[in-house]
Structures are given as C-alpha cells and as structure tokens.
C-alpha cells in the first residue's frame, strides 16, 4: 500500500480509492461482439435514401443487430424487425412499393436462445433510432434500461407508441459513455431522426468499429455524403456524417453500415463473434 494510499485511506477508505483506480487503468472491458442477422429485405428504389439519384433502381438491403458482451454486462444495439414478421409466409409488404420489404429468417429470441444468453441477461438496450425495424423487439427487454436520446424518445414520430411508459429508460442528450471506461460510447448523430445515434466500441483485437446506425444506409451513400428525403433534417444529417468520419480517423475505426447487404456478407455473423 503506497503512502498517498494509506493517507487517502484514512479519509475516505483505501479500498474505494483502489477500486476506482485499477477500473481505469485496467484493459478496456469490451471481450466481444457478435452481429446478428435482424432482417433482409429488397428496397424498391433506392432514390429515396438519394433524392435524384439511381431513380427506379432496386437493392437488397439486410437489417443487423450488435450484441456486445462488457465485463460489466451484455449491451444490445438495435433490436430489429419484429419478431412477428418471421412467421409471415412471404414476409411484411411496404405499403409504398419504394420502401423495403423485409423478411425476417430468424427470430431474434431464437438467436439469443442459440448464444446461451437470455434477455434477463442484457443490461442496457441502445436503439440508434425509432423506426420499425430498429426498435421491432425491445418489449423483449421489458426489464432492461433502455439507452435513447431525450429527443428521440419524446419525438412525436409518425410511427405511434415506440416505447411502454413503465420501460425503464435512461433519456441521453449527447454523447454517453455506457461503461465508464471509454470502451462503448453512444455518439450523437442526429439528422435521419431529430435523436439519432451512432455507437463506437473499441475491441481487443478488432480495434475500433464505429456502427452507423441509419445515419447511412449503404456506402455509396457514405461515399457521396447523400441525405435520404424523409430525413428529419439535411443539415443536421450532413454534420453527423462529418463528425462519423471526423470520429473514425481519430480511432482509426473501421465504419459498419446497418443496412448495407454487401458489407454483412463480409463479415462474421453470430455465433461467430469479433474480438
Ligand atoms: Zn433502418
């Protein structure tokens, strides 16, 4: 025990002072992350995600979840479509032919079933936004703190109720580091929705991986910095763009794209994992 330890210990008790000490200087707690397969679908024409451009043009889109697993808990960003839609025969049509319609190969209470882990296991549920198929499965987690911006959670969206009242909810405004230790951080992006999110987690070996969120649905997008029309605010959506990759040269991350089907057929899906 150190002599600045033996005099802090005699105001405040050593082993507090300790505990918070090695928290900080311990390895970054994040162990793994797994990317779930939360939906697929064909988008009718892509012009809406850039007003002008590929008009009439058809692209497979896929829909990811991100499972984290911290020293301190499980983390689950985005929680899908519907569970519901697996059990549609041919999946859930749009009703305007331009948007995406999803199919839903796997339920996710069937995948979390599969990695052993239940969802009385997860301690935070972190939604990038509110629309259908990112918040399709939070009532899955009626006990689990959900982690939301203020704005976004008292957006009178034109998708009615997202959340129960009683779910308990932590309300963010701004950035919010989840663990404390600068490993999992919510990064406020807003633009496609007025409390739009973007997570950044650093891995063991991966190294830093920025998840977009729907603040770009697929890189062609990213590439041209290219505003969806039904975005809430073009301004804002350009800045968070800027600030992704103003974010992701810092940490020399690696940009993952929810929507974009290319890129998940590059990578491991659940229950392989990245660490
Ligand atoms: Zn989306």
């Known amino acids: ?24 200087t311990d390895k970054p707690g994040v162990e ?3 990317v779930l397969n939360c939906g697929e679908g064909v988008a009718g024409d892509i ?15 896929v829909d990811n979840c991100y499972l984290i697993k911290h020293a301190q808990g499980w983390l689950l960003w985005d929680t899908g479509l519907a569970d519901a ?20 190969p796997k339920t996710l209470a069937s995948t979390l079933e ?21 918040i399709g499965n939070v009532e899955l987690f009626p006990q689990t703190m959900l982690l939301v911006q203020k704005a976004e959670y008292e957006w009178p969206a034109p998708f009615g109720a997202r959340f129960k009242p009683e779910h308990p909810v932590q309300k963010l405004e701004g950035d919010h580091d989840v663990f404390g230790d600068g490993s999992v951080t919510i990064i406020s992006t807003p633009g496609h929705t007025p409390g739009h999110q973007s997570l950044l987690v650093k891995l063991p070996k991966t190294g830093a991986v920025l998840l977009s969120g729907d603040a770009v649905h697929f890189k062609e997008n990213w590439d041209n910095r290219r505003v969806p029309e039904n975005n809430a605010n073009k301004d804002q959506s350009v800045a968070s763009m800027q600030r992704m990759a103003d974010l992701i040269a810092q940490h020399k991350a690696q940009l993952w794209i929810n929507h974009d089907k290319a ?4 990578q491991k899906m659940a229950p392989e994992f990245y660490d």
């Open 85 to 104: 839609i697996a059990a549609m025969p041919e999946g859930q049509r749009p009703a305007d032919p331009r948007m995406t319609h999803w199919r839903r």
């Open 114 to 134: 599969q990695l052993g882990v239940k969802p009385s296991d997860i301690r935070y549920v972190a939604v990038s936004h509110t629309h259908p198929d990112h």
């Open 263 to 266: 890129q998940r057929d590059s």
């Open 32 to 34: 793994k992350l797994y």
């Open 47 to 61: 012009s809406r995600w850039s007003p002008g451009v590929n008009v009439g043009k058809s692209m497979d889109f």
């Open 1 to 24: 025990m150190t002599s600045r330890c033996l005099m802090i210990a005699a105001v405040l008790g050593c082993s507090l002072w300790a505990g918070s000490s090695v928290a900080q």
